[in-house]
């Protein structure tokens, strides 16, 4: 789970990112990722063309889908935020890179880090909470579940103060702050209904690579910034039911899958793996070979 905030939004952030990971939609027969291609017909057009190196397998933030911006961010890799209409309902993100392209990239994957990395802290990735990172005015989360979700509504907030995370990042989120909403779930393809009033809970935002993955593969080198742009980064995230992202805690491919979408994953996972140059443990890489040459 990219790691799961115990306050799903800590201070009221939120952005929007990729809707439905639809990586692998040109390879769709084994139902893995094509499945949940829906949305705003962005099924795989315009993922990167042979997605073949590290720097942009995930796509450089237009990936198959009017809903990126354009726009990279420190970090390695693309981070333009997800426009709010992108595709809900049981898919995975629209910038996860082609199957063919994940396959390659796996080779281009360094090792495990041999050196022991310091004790991972979140705080590492995400000082104070979610990011602004387009400077629209919304925080990442909220940006992503207005993508993931379907059947959105908005908080109305009439106050002139911003809802603010961090005196680094304060932001005006009141027109854009998600009140409820309707998931299918990319890793069940359970139907979650998200009520804020209730609880923040049941949907919550997964980073495709845990925070704690990446920071144990290398990340724990990179700036603060970098570190930054990755915990935002749309194509990294999902809005996924409370109880998926518990299961799968920090866990990488060799360990747990989603029950659908199968493809889809492994081929963001790799992807991005690829577009960050993170290392990967040899059970990984050869979990996601498996997968994907099943795909």
């Not at 854009?176 to 049941?202: H, M, N």
């Not at 109880?243 to 866990?251: F, I, T, V």
Request: charged share 20%.
């Amino acid at each position: 789970m990219g790691l799961f905030w115990p306050d799903d939004e800590p201070a009221g952030q939120d952005k929007a990112s990729p809707s439905a990971l639809n990586a692998g939609a040109e390879q769709s027969a084994s139902g893995g990722a094509g499945s949940g291609n829906t949305g705003s017909g962005t099924t795989g057009s315009g993922t990167t063309g042979s997605g073949t190196t590290g720097s942009g397998d995930a796509g450089s933030g237009t990936a198959g889908s009017s809903t990126t911006e354009a726009g990279d961010q420190p970090g390695g890799g693309p981070g333009g935020a997800a426009g709010a209409g992108s595709s809900a309902g049981g898919a995975l993100p629209a910038d996860g890179g082609t199957i063919a392209g994940a396959l390659a990239a796996l080779d281009t994957l360094p090792p495990a880090p041999g050196a022991k990395a310091p004790s991972y802290e979140r705080e590492a990735f995400l000082p104070g909470g979610w990011a602004d990172l387009d400077g629209d005015g919304c925080y990442t989360r909220n940006e992503i579940l207005a993508r993931d979700l379907a059947d959105v509504t908005y908080v109305v907030d009439t106050a002139d103060t911003a809802d603010t995370v961090g005196a680094a990042d304060a932001v005006n989120d009141k027109d854009c702050k998600v009140a409820t909403g309707l998931l299918t779930d990319p890793y069940t393809g359970s139907t979650v209904e998200f009520d804020r009033a209730e609880s923040t809970q049941t949907v919550q935002i997964d980073h495709i690579i845990s925070l704690a993955q990446a920071w144990r593969a290398g990340a724990w080198q990179w700036t603060k910034d970098q570190r930054k742009a990755f915990a935002n980064d749309p194509a990294e995230l999902l809005a996924v039911s409370g109880a998926a992202n518990q299961a799968k805690s920090d866990s990488g491919p060799a360990d747990w899958l989603p029950s659908i979408n199968q493809c889809g994953y492994g081929a963001a996972y790799a992807n991005l793996a690829a577009r960050y140059q993170l290392g990967i443990a040899a059970t990984d890489r050869e979990a996601l070979r498996t997968l994907l040459k099943s795909c």
